[in-house]
């Protein structure tokens, strides 16, 4: 697959090959955009765990958004919640709850909406 157009990779592929990129380029500050957002389970905990030692080992910063409260708590010391463009939240990621993830995506309303298809 070396030879191969980025074209013809799939996402998870192309992650793989942005990481690569990431290692040997010597920026003090590693930002990545929901770099596992087209992995499988595996793969996701693979990158992030690359991504954290890559940080620790070389002494770069690593910002980093994602989704998963779980991945958060087990990769990041500290998490910082943003909605909207404004700071919600800035804490440990241990700290960090469901409560809390509810305020941020207001989901403590969903339950009086209606999801589309649903009937009343």
Same mark, same amino acid.
């Given at each position: 697959? $070396?030879?191969?157009?980025?074209?013809?990779?799939?996402?998870?592929?192309?992650? @793989?090959?942005?990481?690569?990129?990431?290692?040997?380029?010597?920026?003090? &500050? &590693?930002?990545?955009?929901?770099?596992?957002?087209?992995?499988?389970? $595996?793969?996701?905990?693979?990158?992030?765990?690359?991504?954290?030692?890559?940080?620790?080992?070389?002494?770069?910063?690593?910002?980093?958004?994602?989704?998963?409260?779980?991945?958060?708590?087990?990769?990041?010391? @500290?998490? &910082?919640?943003?909605?909207?463009?404004?700071?919600?939240?800035?804490?440990?990621?241990?700290?960090?709850?469901?409560?809390? &993830?509810?305020?941020?995506?207001?989901?403590?309303?969903?339950?009086?909406?209606? $999801?589309?298809?649903?009937?009343?």
């Amino acid at each position: 697959k $070396a030879n191969e157009r980025t074209s013809h990779l799939s996402g998870g592929e192309m992650q @793989r090959v942005a990481l690569a990129r990431l290692m040997v380029q010597g920026s003090r &500050i &590693i930002l990545a955009d929901e770099p596992v957002s087209s992995l499988d389970p $595996a793969r996701a905990e693979d990158v992030l765990g690359l991504l954290a030692d890559l940080a620790e080992t070389s002494g770069r910063t690593l910002v980093t958004s994602l989704h998963s409260p779980r991945l958060m708590r087990k990769y990041f010391s @500290r998490v &910082i919640g943003l909605r909207e463009g404004k700071l919600q939240f800035d804490m440990p990621a241990q700290e960090l709850t469901e409560e809390v &993830i509810r305020r941020l995506y207001d989901l403590n309303h969903d339950s009086d909406r209606q $999801a589309p298809g649903d009937t009343p």
